[in-house]
């Protein structure tokens, strides 16, 4: 009797083991980060998609010239990618014209399933200075590669066009939320309520 008991035990340890052993592995697959990486940004706020195999123009010239330009001649060529690769941008309040009291309820109730405003990332990326802040930066988040690819700023009219239909405006993401679709109030709402924690 003692040896059946002994025997049952074991086995339920060892099932224990399994079950945690097979939830570490998958929260490990699910939830794998990787580093956030800076995105070159043209003059009308988007995100400019990079080929590593292409040479830029403007690069292949300046490769090719014999004499190095002097010190202060390379000084405004160096400020040029440090703006470009801008980490945010500034948003017009006059864009966020929903309420933020009214965009808290329905964050609650529609977003904070899979997003914080914690700084802490969850099932999707935080959402603590998200409006203004550059697509798919968030430190310790692993975007898919269609969020990757759209590349810009979350500005309110970029947010409103995402938040209408993900799936839309950006193919192949992971966000299960199918969006707002025609409702603006609710879009309006959300965005002014996230705005409200980027101040």
């Not at 409006?131 to 500005?155: D, I, L, N, P």
Request: charged fraction near 20%; charge should be negative.
């Amino acid at each position: 009797m003692l040896k059946t008991h002994m025997m049952k035990l074991g086995a339920a340890l060892f099932g224990v083991v399994l079950f945690y052993g097979f939830i570490s592995m998958t929260s490990a697959a699910l939830f794998a980060t990787r580093p956030a990486t800076a995105v070159p940004v043209g003059e009308d706020g988007r995100a400019i998609a990079m080929d590593p195999n292409v040479v830029l123009a403007e690069a292949a010239p300046a490769a090719s010239a014999a004499p190095a330009p002097a010190a202060d001649d390379a000084a405004p060529a160096a400020e040029e990618p440090a703006e470009a690769l801008a980490p945010r941008t500034e948003i017009d309040p006059a864009t966020i014209v929903g309420d933020a009291t009214a965009g808290e309820a329905v964050f609650q109730k529609n977003c904070k399933t899979c997003h914080k405003v914690d700084g802490k990332n969850a099932v999707g990326p935080h959402l603590d200075g998200v409006v203004g802040r550059a697509t798919a930066t968030v430190e310790g988040f692993k975007y898919s590669k269609g969020m990757q690819a759209h590349t810009g700023y979350w500005t309110a009219e970029r947010m409103t066009a995402y938040l209408t239909d993900p799936k839309a405006e950006v193919p192949k993401n992971k966000m299960a939320f199918a969006g707002f679709k025609d409702d603006t109030t609710s879009i309006e709402n959300v965005i002014a309520y996230l705005y409200s924690l980027s101040k």
